[in-house]
């Protein structure tokens, strides 16, 4: 994994608020995890406490695809 | 929770899942590859199967191409050839067999030469010579021809058709010019007119590498020179000739094909009696089924052959041998497209690999491991055993990903841990029974268990004690030994404090799960119940009914037997199928499937259900529940002892509370104990249509109480400004649960949707 390069990017819209912090979600650089590997990528995240968002059609999607390929490996 | 370790892909283990010598054993069994009877039958090796194939789809070049294929004068073998394929067709056993030779002339008759001028080859060193005339010389200077070898083929006749007159008089005239003609058209010098004297041999036999004679040539050079069967060898003279002095059309075909391949042997310097691979006829280990074949008479050839039409009819009469019978009424294997001894390869290979894409893994997790395959097949194939090794292999090496099984494991686990009763009868320590519901009993029918066990603590002597808890089956199924293994000390544990009662079984997963680990005789509730009479307000049901039996069931007649008894006492008629008793399918429940392959689990129900609108009963919870998923009426032989209809199939929140409403009603109205049950301080709203949707992705209500609960401690959400919802996030064990919902009132959640990801998720440089 090179810290430069990032998989997959989530464009953050100015509606997403983080409700304990009051303030907006920015993009942010995150790290998924799984079966000891980790994939960069930019997700919407409250740059106060940190809470990352996960929009429903990413999880399903591309986490979910990448998840059955990284369990048959 | 150490049993619930993600694995890492960078973990390296291989343990191999056979010995070589006990994998070929295995495949040795299926015998799919088995050539037809007519293709085992030919010397030569045709696939008249292959050939009837190709001329029912009207592809008669194709057929021809086989012909020209396997022999240098194709006709010569249509018409004089006895046919060994044709004694053997198992059509003979119903009607006529197939006319294999007319559909070989069809084939030349309708068929087009194959087009192209082939590969180039380069001509061999060592030249050949075939001296003297009869069919045996001619097939062997076609083959040598074929092969490459500089070929002369000394002949007394004046030309090709005279020859061919003499070698194949059988011939009709127009074959006998065509044939001539490819034998002018063969890289063959013919020297006709040639004076066939032992002194003419003498003088151009040192021109050749390679001598071959017809056998009346040799037995006038070399009257007691034979040649060997095997080689076509004369071991005087060292000439190939036919080994029988006066063989049929087809040994001497077959002849000069072995003598071609001694003619290898030979001028590559190498034995010519050893490794030749197979030759000759064989037996065929090949089943096929006739009892779907269609009696019929052979289509009338006339002396000029069958046209086209008349060929293909005949053609269509072939059943085209084939054992497919494990195939036949087995979803899973029909959806891997796959018969056993090659799936039993790949699955052998996906254990083997280290790194790279382990392509069978969810096909080793999609067998239902029900047995059905061992009972159909002729040779007893055992492909459940193999994914059942294979996925025990997988789980010691840390090759199985959780994902697959880790759902149906917890809930084995909430089976046995938050669900679990284990209690002696009322006034008893040491009970003479115990009864064993069933963790999907509970789930599926509690209030049948709850009757059921009030019903055998009232009529039978000697105190009844109640295990409610899963067998172990999951774990086994999953090939999670370590599980299995607890499980088992759990049971024993608790068997052992009841007194080691007999356990009554109203599951036939649990009767045979239970045998094996306890190593003891467990009892079914049907055997109890037919000895001691039904209970009192029995339901009588007066339609026809299918039975579904159980493929823990399998190979077991008594028990079978005894649940039709006891049907039989309800008054119920049982519609006969083909597929019952011991050839049952799966209904989809077995082997974990619906938690691996929803998709192939549906198909398998659908399946069993196929072309019936009749009720089924069953004797097994899960057939019940998967029917009734799949929305066939069906219902569970104690719903009608203890007249406790379950209703529609329980999604798998309702699941968990059934399990443990039937427990905290038991605890209450059985054991008298109070169960305290703590209700949170807020309300969550869940609509029908998102029960489905949690259902479809396995989220319990649990997980999202569980999110609700983070969220109303900690306030951790993101609000969308534009449809004013809140989304909030929980990590429980190896999975994170996304929760959308809306705040009504300050303590309602009305939840929205939710959905999960296993991957953990987390900002960079923290």
């Known amino acids: 994994m090179t810290d430069n390069k990032v998989y997959y990017t989530v464009e953050t819209g100015d509606n997403l608020i983080c409700q304990k912090c009051g303030i907006p979600l920015v993009k942010t650089e995150a790290v998924f995890e799984y079966l000891n590997n980790s994939f960069p990528v930019e997700l919407p995240a409250c740059p106060k406490c940190g809470f990352v968002y996960v929009p429903e059609d990413l999880a399903l999607g591309k986490v979910l695809s990448v998840e059955k390929v990284l369990e048959d490996k | ?766």
């Open chain 2, 1 to 766: 929770m150490d049993h619930f370790k993600e694995r890492s892909t960078r973990d390296y283990f291989q343990k191999k899942l056979y010995t070589m010598e006990e994998l070929f054993k295995r495949e040795n069994r299926c015998i799919y590859e088995e050539p037809a009877f007519c293709h085992a039958a030919c010397p030569l090796g045709l696939d008249a199967k292959k050939l009837a194939f190709f001329i029912e789809k009207g592809a008669f070049s194709d057929a021809r191409a086989m012909l020209e294929h396997i022999t240098p004068f194709p006709m010569i073998l249509a018409y004089g050839c006895d046919a060994p394929c044709e004694k053997a067709c198992r059509m003979n056993e119903v009607g006529e067999g197939i006319n294999i030779r007319g559909l070989e002339r069809a084939a030349m008759y309708h068929g087009s030469p194959k087009g192209g001028k082939g590969l180039f080859k380069f001509k061999k060193k060592q030249k050949a010579a075939v001296f003297g005339s009869d069919l045996f010389s001619l097939f062997l200077a076609g083959e040598l021809a074929r092969k490459s070898y500089p070929t002369s083929f000394y002949v007394n006749q004046k030309d090709a058709i005279s020859l061919l007159k003499d070698c194949a008089p059988f011939l009709l005239k127009d074959d006998l010019v065509n044939e001539a003609k490819r034998l002018e058209n063969m890289d063959i010098k013919i020297l006709y007119s040639s004076n066939l004297t032992k002194e003419f041999f003498e003088s151009e036999k040192d021109n050749f590498d390679i001598i071959a004679t017809s056998r009346s040539f040799l037995d006038m050079c070399f009257p007691n020179d034979i040649p060997n069967k095997e080689t076509l060898l004369a071991p005087i003279s060292n000439i190939l000739s036919s080994q029988d002095s006066n063989p049929s059309v087809l040994q001497s075909i077959f002849d000069a094909r072995r003598a071609g391949v001694s003619v290898d042997r030979i001028s590559q310097g190498l034995d010519p009696a050893s490794s030749r691979g197979e030759e000759g006829s064989r037996e065929s280990r090949l089943y096929t089924n006739m009892n779907e074949a269609i009696p019929s008479n052979q289509i009338y050839e006339p002396e000029n052959g069958y046209i086209t039409k008349e060929a293909i009819e005949e053609a269509s009469r072939c059943i085209q041998c084939k054992c497919e019978e494990c195939i036949k009424h087995c979803v899973f294997l029909q959806d891997t497209g796959k018969y056993p001894k090659k799936l039993t390869r790949e699955i052998f290979n996906n254990v083997d690999i280290i790194m790279g894409d382990h392509m069978m893994n969810k096909t080793i997790n999609s067998c239902s491991l029900c047995g059905q395959c061992t009972v159909t097949c002729p040779n007893g194939y055992d492909m459940a055993e193999i994914c059942l090794d294979a996925r025990e292999n997988m789980v010691s090496t840390t090759k199985m990903a959780l994902a697959y099984h880790e759902f149906a494991l917890l809930d084995m686990l909430f089976s046995n841990n938050e669900a679990f009763l284990s209690k002696p009868q009322v006034g008893y320590e040491k009970c003479k029974y115990v009864f064993f519901p069933g963790c999907q009993a509970g789930a599926i029918a509690p209030d049948a268990v709850f009757k059921a066990y009030v019903d055998l603590s009232k009529r039978l002597d000697g105190g009844v004690g109640l295990i409610n808890g899963c067998c172990g089956a999951i774990a086994k199924w999953a090939g999670r030994t370590a599980i299995y293994e607890e499980c088992e000390e759990q049971l024993k544990n608790e068997i052992n404090k009841l007194g080691n009662p007999l356990i009554i079984a109203a599951c036939p997963t649990c009767k045979k799960t239970l045998e094996e680990m306890l190593k003891i005789e467990v009892k079914g509730i049907w055997d109890v119940l037919n000895e001691i009479g039904l209970p009192k307000g029995a339901l009588e049901y007066d339609r026809p009914l299918i039975m579904h039996d159980s493929c823990s069931a399998r190979g077991d007649s008594d028990m079978q037997a005894s649940i039709r008894k006891l049907t039989n006492s309800l008054g119920c008629t049982l519609k006969d199928v083909p597929y019952n008793g011991d050839m049952s399918e799966c209904c989809g429940y077995g082997g974990l499937v619906s938690y691996v392959n929803k998709e192939l689990a549906s198909k398998m129900a659908q399946s069993c259900t196929k072309d019936e609108d009749v009720p089924f009963i069953s004797y097994c919870m899960a057939c019940r529940d998967r029917f009734a998923r799949e929305k066939r009426e069906s219902m569970h032989v104690l719903e009608l002892v203890y007249a406790a209809p379950a209703g529609n199939p329980p999604d798998i929140s309702k699941k968990r509370k059934n399990r443990l409403s039937l427990k905290r009603k038991l605890l209450e109205e059985i054991w008298k104990e109070e169960v305290i049950v703590i209700n949170p301080e807020y309300k969550i709203v869940i609509s029908e249509d998102v029960a489905k949707i949690l259902d479809e992705r396995m989220i319990l209500e649990e997980d999202v109480y569980s999110v609700i609960e983070a969220y109303h401690e900690d306030g951790s959400a993101v609000y969308d400004e534009i449809d004013g919802t809140l989304t909030s996030s929980l990590r429980k064990g190896n999975v994170t649960f996304w929760l959308k919902f809306k705040k009504d009132e300050p303590d309602v959640y009305i939840i929205l949707g939710a959905y999960s990801h296993r991957m953990k998720v987390r900002v960079r440089y923290e």
